[in-house]
């Protein structure tokens, strides 16, 4: 993979200027009423017309494993999620507390997965809206905004910078960058 410092300055600043209209058109999902299939399709619209840099024959493989991953996730059907996933897969998570390995592996992350999809987690999770910004490579760089409701009526969101990082065609890591958690969001 080519280093960022080495390409020209105009197309690292058209790469920003699509990741940066990307976010201002995330409201695009507002806009579905929580009609899953009609967010996902909005989100396909978009991925199609993400940016690519260094693209290097594997932008192709990175957009069809996040969108596959999205819609096993939205279908919430745990042996499509994992079917994704390579053997070594690691999902971490990054906050402002540190960096935390939050699973490794596909059978542990099939139970995680499985036990969320069949818990009463989704009584309450009103829906995730996914903005892709960009495709460096094997990463795929997107903004997710999720929702619960909680029994008082209360909103928590949570808003997460993700990178999906592919290899062989299979989601590799993901890390989760979320600078803010619940009711410390300055937007909620």
């Not at 080495?6 to 999902?29: E, N, V």
């Not at 957009?63 to 994704?84: H, M, Y």
């Not at 939050?102 to 818990?119: F, H």
């Not at 460096?136 to 929702?147: M, R, S």
Request: charged share 20%.
């Amino acid at each position: 993979m080519k280093n960022l410092l080495s390409m020209p300055l105009k197309t690292i600043l058209s790469f920003l200027a699509g990741a940066l209209a990307a976010l201002f058109i995330s409201g695009l999902f507002a806009n579905t009423d929580g009609n899953p299939a009609q967010s996902f399709s909005a989100y396909q619209e978009l991925l199609r017309s993400t940016p690519v840099l260094l693209d290097e024959g594997q932008a192709e493989d990175t957009k069809n494993v996040i969108t596959r991953s999205l819609a096993a996730f939205l279908a919430r059907d745990a042996k499509a999620s994992v079917a994704e996933l390579s053997e070594d897969y690691s999902w971490n998570k990054i906050t402002p507390d540190g960096a935390v390995k939050m699973v490794t592996g596909v059978e542990p992350t099939y139970e995680i997965t499985k036990n969320l999809y069949e818990g009463d987690f989704f009584e309450s999770y009103l829906g995730v809206h996914s903005t892709p910004l960009g495709i460096i490579g094997n990463l795929g760089v997107q903004y997710e905004v999720e929702e619960w409701l909680h029994d008082d009526g209360s909103k928590q969101v949570l808003r997460t910078l993700a990178i999906y990082e592919i290899k062989q065609g299979k989601l590799w890591r993901l890390w989760a960058f979320q600078p803010f958690l619940g009711d410390s969001d300055p937007e909620s």
